[in-house]
């Protein structure tokens, strides 16, 4: 059983690509926080480029656990200096609470404008308006420095080696019953070329590995807000593609982090 288990996952983990790739193998340098304001403007509603669009649409399917689903974008400001925040309103519905329409704001910050390392996208607010007061700046510091290396594809013996409780494969019942993984691919995707993905879409996940602390059981690793997804999958039109999302907290409520890397095999 072992060397079967053994095969199987080194056919998966330590296959490479195929076209001749390096790995960054820097690490990202560190993220500062940066004194900008997180509240919303009351300035008139602007239109919104589709590729800032499907940003937002993201930020909210990811939204604090909440199976909220976005109707319309209501209105978004963005501010530039050395990076690039965004402030977006939104309309969503909750289908298990009598569908009934809500205002949806999230402030995000694309810190890897700044720190020009895998795409990073940073949450400073996320909250159903009205419910939850706007909160402090990002604080790199504060993430479990378990997860503040830099994301790299997995080792061979990942699956069967001696840190192998850290991870746990997903399985295809819980692919489905967890539709947001296939959103974390099309953010994947969307860190690669940042364009309009709807020609690749939908995409067949064909494997997703997670990876936590050994503390966390298999069963919460999906839930847990800290922690590092490798999937492969197939764009529509062929496409093969691998990717990593690291997902991350400082501890404070709305905050989330997401470091993304791609990599295309065919």
């Not at 056919?11 to 390096?22: F, G, M, N, Q, T």
């Not at 504060?142 to 069967?160: G, K």
């Not at 364009?195 to 069963?219: C, F, G, H, I």
């Not at 039109?237 to 295309?264: A, N, Y």
């Amino acid at each position: 059983m072992y060397d079967v288990m053994l095969d199987k996952a080194t056919l998966w983990v330590d296959e490479p690509p195929r076209r001749k790739r390096k790995l960054d193998t820097q690490p990202p340098p560190q993220i500062v926080d940066y004194s900008l304001p997180t509240s919303f403007s009351d300035s008139d509603e602007e239109e919104i480029d589709p590729v800032e669009r499907e940003k937002y649409r993201k930020q909210v399917v990811e939204s604090v656990g909440t199976n909220l689903q976005l109707r319309s974008v209501q209105k978004a400001n963005d501010e530039y200096a050395s990076f690039t925040m965004y402030y977006i309103t939104v309309e969503v519905m909750d289908p298990f609470n009598n569908d009934s329409p809500v205002s949806f704001q999230t402030s995000v910050w694309d810190a890897a404008t700044k720190s020009n390392a895998s795409s990073r996208f940073i949450t400073n607010v996320c909250r159903i308006k009205g419910t939850q007061k706007e909160t402090s700046l990002w604080e790199h510091d504060a993430v479990d420095e378990f997860y503040q290396d830099d994301i790299s594809w997995l080792e061979y013996d990942a699956l069967t080696g001696s840190d192998q409780l850290q991870y746990y494969e997903v399985k295809e019942s819980d692919m489905r019953d967890n539709e947001w993984l296939h959103i974390y691919a099309e953010v994947v995707m969307f860190s690669k070329w940042a364009t309009d993905l709807s020609a690749y879409l939908p995409v067949k996940m064909k494997r997703v590995v997670v990876q936590t602390r050994e503390d966390v059981e298999s069963s919460m690793k999906l839930r847990s807000k800290n922690a590092t997804f490798y999937m492969s999958f197939t764009a529509c039109g062929g496409l093969e593609c691998r990717g990593i999302i690291r997902r991350t907290t400082d501890g404070r409520p709305q905050h989330m982090s997401f470091q993304v890397k791609c990599w295309i095999d065919n």
